[in-house]
């Protein structure tokens, strides 16, 4: 099988990890970027090394679709631990396993410490559970791999607890824009759903009452959906069974071939199939197919399932991002729930590098929506992020003015990071747990030296980050921190993004003219040739 260009990275850089000696490192991939396919290389080539290897997963469909992709790709065959199933006597190098099987004490106990070389976690965004860490702590010294879809940040601190490194993450922009992934297209419904009154449960909202503020509005969206979704084979996400069966029912009489599943469900594989062949064009479920399911035809998907849990909601979403012969573009149905306490996940939160820019997109999308307009992701991100950038200009403007009173050698870090525009250092959120710690003397004395203000830089991460930056500024030529804070104190704008040589001359010019700027000039409008 043919790797695409990514998985090839990924594979190496997972094996890069390990051979450097980080024994604990993630995969991040977007649903439908074929995750399955990169562990199943993978684990090829750890077998080529004469090891035995672990697949851990919470659910049955994701182990057998583990073991399925692992035979189609590589040959390897698998032996399993499940339920009555048992490895232990098979001369399989691969073995699949469910963690509720594996944790329990009888099971683990036939398995010397030693036994796995790797661990592969199918779903790593459960692995900090006390069942995965029974296990993985009875395996301690395997090497290990997890693999989750893109994280919030949430999930990646959680993760970095247990977690070395990041191996590598491919970005859903990334992925949609090199042709790999369906585009999307956000439409936020001018429906007000009321969740105010709805309770918290480990973490997130009460299905239960989550299930009970929706019923009043199943009629109305149901309604909304025959505007925008007649033609489209969709998936909705709702908060219970009864609720997915209730709207099933509601749809089917507004003319969709609504069909429901749940866990419940005798036929469900006959009423998936029958979905895939046509015969139904809505599948109502209560969060049955967030994981382990894949119907690439999807081309809508509706999330009745409010939810603050990015990982999530992504998985939701990622039912239907998957490429298809005719298929143009996913239609994304978002709604304005209303709560008082807690920030929701938006489709602006799949793509948005940081919160700033996740918030705008909401408000553009939501003015869009109003307007019965649905708006491409990418281009929505790129009007948000300019958005955010003259909003944070406007604010530095001021910052600014009001330093000019403070004659200070050194630039302050936020004010050098707004000046070139660098979302990721303005919004970084260390990890892993070297990048929690203080900086170090050397990390502290080399931002001085570059000319930026370390004070107010407290952590190694943020310390590395700005160092590597800078450094790459300097081989690409461009303005130096001194250059920047000396050209802004004279008004001129988005000076990050000017070389070195076209600084150095304006600074010249300016100095010849008694540190004025030159007759003539307009430093707010000005923009550098070339």
């Not at 570059?450 to 303005?479: C, H, Q, Y």
């Amino acid at each position: 099988m043919q790797l695409r260009p990514y998985q090839q990275e990924a594979r190496e850089a997972i094996q890069r990890e390990w051979s450097e000696g980080k024994k604990r490192t993630l995969l991040v991939l977007p649903t439908g970027c074929g995750k399955t396919i990169v562990f199943s290389k993978v684990i090829e080539d750890r077998v080529r090394e004469g090891e035995r290897v672990l697949v851990l997963a919470h659910r049955g469909e994701l182990l057998d679709q583990a073991s399925d992709k692992l035979e189609k790709s590589t040959g390897l065959k698998t032996a399993t631990e499940k339920a009555e199933q048992t490895s232990v006597g098979s001369f399989f190098r691969v073995v699949v396993g469910s963690v509720q099987t594996m944790q329990r004490e009888k099971r683990l106990s036939q398995f010397p410490p030693d036994y796995f070389d790797t661990i592969v976690v199918d779903e790593a965004h459960h692995c900090i559970s006390d069942g995965y860490q029974r296990v993985l702590q009875h395996f301690e010294q395997s090497n290990v791999l997890g693999v989750t879809a893109t994280p919030d940040r949430g999930d990646m601190r959680n993760l970095g607890t247990y977690f070395e490194s990041l191996a590598y993450e491919y970005t859903l922009p990334k992925a949609i824009k090199e042709g790999f992934l369906s585009p999307i297209k956000a439409l936020t419904i001018p429906l007000k759903l009321d969740l105010s009154a709805v309770k918290q449960q480990a973490g997130d909202f009460s299905t239960k009452d989550l299930g009970t503020a929706l019923d009043p509005y199943l009629y109305q969206i149901a309604d909304e959906m025959a505007k925008h979704c007649k033609n489209r084979k969709s998936v909705v996400f709702l908060p219970l069974v009864k609720t997915s069966k209730k709207f099933r029912d509601i749809l089917n009489e507004r003319g969709f071939r609504a069909a429901e599943v749940n866990g419940e469900s005798k036929d469900r594989a006959e009423i998936l199939e029958d979905f895939e062949n046509d015969k139904y064009n809505v599948l109502c479920n209560s969060m049955l197919l967030t994981e382990g399911w894949d119907s690439p035809a999807v081309d809508c998907i509706v999330v009745l399932r409010p939810t603050k849990v990015r990982s999530l909601y992504s998985q939701m979403v990622g039912r239907g991002t998957r490429l298809f012969p005719g298929k143009e573009e996913l239609l994304l149905l978002d709604f304005l729930w209303h709560t008082e306490r807690h920030e929701l996940c938006h489709p602006a939160h799949l793509i948005a590098a940081t919160d700033d820019v996740a918030k705008k997109m909401t408000e553009n999308i939501e003015e869009a929506g109003a307007e019965g307009i649905a708006l491409d992701l990418e281009e929505a991100e790129a009007q948000a992020e300019k958005d955010v950038v003259a909003e944070r200009e406007e604010a530095l403007a001021k910052q600014l003015a009001e330093m000019r009173k403070r004659k200070r050698k050194l630039v302050d870090p936020l004010q050098f990071e707004m000046s070139i525009q660098a979302e990721d250092l303005t919004s970084y959120v260390p990890s892993f747990g070297w990048e929690m710690g203080p900086p170090s003397d050397a990390q502290l004395k080399s931002l001085e030296k570059s000319g930026i203000l370390p004070d107010t830089v407290d952590n190694a991460g943020k310390a590395s980050l700005l160092l590597e930056r800078l450094d790459r500024r300097r081989r690409e030529g461009l303005a130096t921190p001194k250059q920047i804070r000396i050209l802004e104190r004279y008004n001129f704008r988005n000076v990050g993004t000017w070389s070195f040589e076209v600084s150095s001359k304006m600074i010249s010019r300016i100095a010849a003219s008694g540190w004025r700027v030159p007759h003539g000039l307009s430093p707010a409008q000005y923009v550098p040739e070339g």
